[in-house]
């Protein structure tokens, strides 16, 4: 998989998706789907730590609908930079991989994890 490719790929699914099930996707929309996606992972997570209803999920079931619902998240969050032209490399550059070199490995240090 190609992150540079993935978003145009999302467009299509996204795109097919809304026009059979007949509604419009607008700039709210996809705000408000990532939001929804996120609300999801927060329910996987309070399931994980034992802070939410009770679905009766063992923890394998946790651990499959975690990658579900980061990958919807994910996915989501590339469809909106998508719509707005944000070249998520770029921006990742930018604001986060500007820093490595004043932080070159935390896997090495327990302390720092």
Same mark, same amino acid.
């Given at each position: /998989? +190609?992150? &540079?490719?993935?978003? +145009?790929?999302?467009?299509?699914?996204? =795109?097919?998706?809304?026009?059979?099930?007949?509604?419009?996707?607008?700039?709210?929309?996809?705000?408000? *789907?990532?939001?929804?996606?996120?609300?999801?992972?927060?329910?996987?997570?309070? #399931?994980?730590?034992?802070?939410? *209803? +009770?679905?009766?999920?063992?923890?394998?079931?946790?651990?499959?609908?975690?990658?579900?619902?980061? #990958?919807?998240?994910?996915?989501?969050?590339?469809?909106?930079?998508?719509?707005?032209?944000?070249?998520?490399?770029? =921006? /990742?550059?930018? *604001?986060?991989?500007?820093?490595?070199?004043?932080?070159?490995?935390?896997?090495?240090?327990? &302390?720092?994890?």
């Amino acid at each position: /998989m +190609d992150l &540079a490719s993935l978003p +145009d790929r999302l467009e299509r699914i996204s =795109a097919g998706y809304a026009a059979r099930e007949g509604f419009a996707r607008d700039d709210d929309w996809f705000l408000l *789907k990532l939001v929804e996606e996120l609300g999801e992972l927060t329910q996987v997570q309070l #399931a994980r730590t034992g802070r939410g *209803k +009770d679905r009766g999920w063992d923890a394998e079931e946790v651990e499959r609908r975690t990658a579900e619902e980061v #990958a919807d998240v994910l996915g989501h969050v590339l469809l909106l930079a998508r719509r707005h032209g944000v070249d998520v490399e770029a =921006a /990742m550059e930018a *604001k986060w991989l500007q820093w490595e070199r004043l932080h070159p490995s935390t896997t090495e240090d327990p &302390a720092l994890l």
